[in-house]
């Protein structure tokens, strides 16, 4: 059967690769283009979804051979936790938009629902 906590590792290897070629972006081609205040706005994007596509990788990894309602949870906080955070900080870097920010904290608060169910998952061992 094929377990649905192998989407993770799919999901981390993309946001990976995006965050490489958004950070080769930013160096080459928006280092001209913006100011360096939103210039590190962007570089935060990239070094957050680049950390948790990390993450999510290794909760596939650590679920490829049982279904853990815990490490489903982290792996989807995770992912929401990517869109809203390094999402609306690109789009914000890019265009000034400054109520964008209002959405970052929950993205955020995504990311650290992430760490809390994975290390839920961690404390109560293999059941």
Same mark, same amino acid.
């Given at each position: 059967?094929?377990? @649905? *906590? =192998?989407?993770?590792?799919?999901?981390?290897? %993309?946001?990976?690769?995006? !965050?490489? &070629?958004?950070?080769?972006? +930013?160096?080459?081609?928006?280092? #001209?283009? %913006? $100011?360096?205040? *939103?210039?590190?706005?962007?570089?935060?994007?990239?070094?957050?979804?680049?950390?948790?596509?990390? +993450?999510?990788? !290794?909760?596939?990894?650590?679920? /490829?051979? #049982?279904?853990? /309602? !815990?490490?489903?949870? &982290?792996?989807?906080?995770?992912?929401?936790? %990517?869109?809203?955070? $390094?999402? $609306?900080?690109? %789009?914000? !870097?890019?265009? #000034?938009?400054?109520?964008?920010? +209002?959405?970052? @904290?929950?993205?955020? $608060? &995504?990311?650290?629902?992430?760490?809390? &169910?994975?290390?839920?998952?961690? =404390? /109560?061992?293999? /059941?």
């Amino acid at each position: 059967m094929n377990n @649905p *906590l =192998r989407q993770f590792v799919f999901l981390g290897a %993309i946001n990976g690769f995006m !965050a490489v &070629a958004f950070g080769a972006f +930013a160096a080459h081609a928006l280092k #001209d283009l %913006i $100011s360096a205040g *939103l210039l590190e706005v962007f570089y935060t994007g990239v070094e957050y979804q680049g950390m948790h596509a990390l +993450a999510l990788v !290794a909760v596939g990894l650590l679920g /490829r051979d #049982d279904y853990d /309602r !815990a490490l489903n949870l &982290a792996g989807w906080a995770f992912a929401t936790g %990517i869109l809203l955070f $390094s999402g $609306s900080l690109y %789009i914000l !870097a890019l265009t #000034d938009i400054r109520w964008l920010g +209002a959405v970052t @904290p929950f993205g955020g $608060s &995504a990311f650290l629902l992430g760490w809390g &169910a994975l290390a839920w998952h961690a =404390r /109560r061992g293999r /059941r």
